[in-house]
C-alpha cells in the first residue's frame, strides 16, 4: 500500500497550480482542464473526484491518497462540474468538449461554404453548439430564464445566418479565398451577439465585485460589460487562426491533382486540420485575459465608486471580478 502523503502546509485544493497573472501561467492551467481526454472518463470516476476534492477541503483526505491523485481529482472536477453550483455538467457544454465538438463542426463549414442551404444548415448547427455551451458555462449567480435563452440563441443563429447568407451571396463574384473566409465572419458576428445576450442580466443588473481579499464591495454594470467583451474576445480568437488560415492551406492544396481525386477527403481533413488548432487554441484563447479580472475604481460607476470611497478611502484602488469563460 502506498504511504499516506502528507499534504504540504498552505496546500489548498482550489488555488491553481501555475501563476494566474502571467498568460503561460494561464495557459498551463486551461491546456489541464480543457484537455479533451477528460471527457472520456466515466461517471463513477468523475464522482470519486468530487468527493476527493470536497474531501480535501473538509480536510478529510483517505488513506493513501498522493498529492499527484488530489490534483488529479482537481482536474477532473474543473473540466466536468460547475464551478458556482458545483453540479455535473453535460459533456457536450463542457469547455473540455470545446476540441472535438468544435472541430466536426468548423471543420464542416468551412467545407460546405459554396450553397445557401449548407451555410444556413451549418451555422445553425454551430449556434446551437454554441447556445449549449454559453447555458452550461452560464454564471449561476445571475440566473437566466428560459426565455432569455431563447431570445439570446434566435438572435444570435439570426445574426449568423444574415452575415454567412448575405456575404456569401455578395462574394459570388469575389476571388474564392474570400468565400471561404465567410464562416469565419458569421461566427464572429455571432459571438458579438450571443454572449451578451446570453449575459444580458449581468448587464441589467451588474456582477459582484470585491476587494483584493475577495470581501464584496457591490455590483457593477461596468465590470460585467469589459469580463463579457473580454470573452467575446477570446471566443472570436479561439476561432480565428483555423477559420482564417486553414482556407488558405486548403486553397492551395486543392489545386494539386492528387487532391482533386480525393475531393471525399477534403470534409475529414479539414476537420483533423481544425482539430489541430483548436487543441492548443482553446487553451490559449481563455487564457488571454485573467479569469479574475480588475477595474480601476474610477472607472467604476459614480455611485457604488463614491460608496467604497466613503467606507475604504482610497485603500481599494481596484476592484475584482470573475470574469467567467
Known amino acids: 500500500h502506498a504511504k499516506m502523503a502528507t499534504i504540504p502546509l498552505g496546500f489548498n485544493i482550489d488555488s491553481p497550480r501555475w501563476d494566474q497573472s502571467t498568460f503561460v501561467g494561464r495557459l498551463k492551467h486551461f491546456l ?6 477528460t471527457v472520456l472518463v466515466p461517471e463513477e470516476e468523475l464522482d470519486r473526484a468530487k468527493a476527493l476534492v470536497e474531501g480535501c477541503r473538509a480536510g478529510v483526505v483517505p ?33 473540455s468538449f470545446q476540441v472535438p465538438g468544435g472541430m466536426a463542426i468548423t471543420g464542416c463549414m468551412l ?20 447556445a449549449f455551451v454559453n447555458y452550461t458555462n452560464r454564471n ?6 428560459l426565455r432569455q435563452i431563447g431570445v439570446a440563441y434566435v438572435t444570435a443563429t439570426g445574426a449568423a445566418l444574415a452575415t454567412a447568407v448575405g456575404l456569401n451571396l455578395y462574394t459570388k463574384r469575389a476571388p474564392p479565398l ?3 473566409w465567410v464562416p469565419f465572419a458569421a461566427v464572429a458576428a455571432a459571438n458579438c ?6 449575459r444580458q442580466q449581468e448587464i441589467i443588473n451588474g456582477i459582484t465585485v470585491t476587494d483584493e481579499n475577495n470581501n464584496e464591495l457591490g455590483r457593477s454594470r461596468r465590470a460585467a460589460v469589459k469580463g463579457i467583451a473580454q470573452v467575446v474576445l477570446s471566443r472570436i480568437t479561439m476561432a480565428a487562426p483555423g477559420m482564417i488560415i486553414l482556407p488558405i492551406i486548403m486553397e492551395r492544396l486543392e489545386k494539386f491533382t492528387f487532391m482533386q481525386r480525393i475531393r471525399f477527403l477534403h470534409g475529414p481533413l479539414q476537420v483533423l486540420l481544425c482539430g489541430g488548432f483548436l487543441l492548443f487554441m482553446v487553451p490559449a484563447a481563455c487564457a488571454l485575459f485573467p479569469q479574475r479580472c480588475s477595474l480601476a475604481l474610477a472607472d467604476l460607476e459614480l455611485e457604488l465608486r463614491d460608496s467604497i470611497m466613503a467606507k475604504h478611502g482610497d485603500k481599494v484602488p481596484y476592484v475584482y471580478f470573475n470574469k467567467g469563460l
Open 32 to 37: 489541464n482542464i480543457t484537455d479533451p481526454r
Open 63 to 95: 488513506p493513501g491518497s498522493s498529492w499527484e491523485q488530489l490534483l488529479y481529482a482537481k482536474k477532473l472536477y474543473d473540466s466536468a462540474f460547475h464551478p458556482d453550483s458545483g453540479e455535473k455538467m453535460n459533456f457536450v457544454g463542457r469547455m
Open 193 to 198: 451577439v450571443n454572449i451578451p445576450m446570453m
Open 111 to 130: 467545407q460546405f461554404y459554396r450553397t445557401v442551404p449548407a451555410v444556413v444548415f451549418w451555422q445553425w448547427v454551430n449556434q446551437s453548439f454554441n
Open 140 to 145: 449561476a449567480a445571475s440566473p437566466i430564464s
Open 178 to 180: 474570400l468565400a471561404r
